[in-house]
């Protein structure tokens, strides 16, 4: 549940921080399912991960949350 202030300040300002509202291997869960997701549409495209250039941006389809079972529950988190 959230407190009348943080509505007030989501509702001016669009976004609320809540601290560790997810738990540490809810995080981990999160990353891995984030990298796998990363490497699966590169290799799809037949684009190398090279982690020395990362200024380059590499757009992933607007379903990215749908190709992993862990990312599909963050949009009602």
Not at 13 to 22: C, N, P, R, T
Not at 32 to 53: C, H, L, N, P, T
């Amino acid at each position: 549940m959230i407190t009348a202030q943080q509505k007030n300040f989501f509702e001016t300002f669009g976004f609320l921080v809540l601290q560790q509202a997810l738990s540490p291997q809810e995080m981990r869960d999160i990353d891995q399912a984030f990298e796998s997701v990363i490497e699966e549409a590169m290799a799809e495209r037949g684009v190398q991960r090279d982690r020395q250039k990362l200024g380059e941006k590499f757009v992933i389809d607007p379903g990215f949350c749908e190709r992993s079972p862990v990312l599909t529950r963050l949009p009602d988190d």
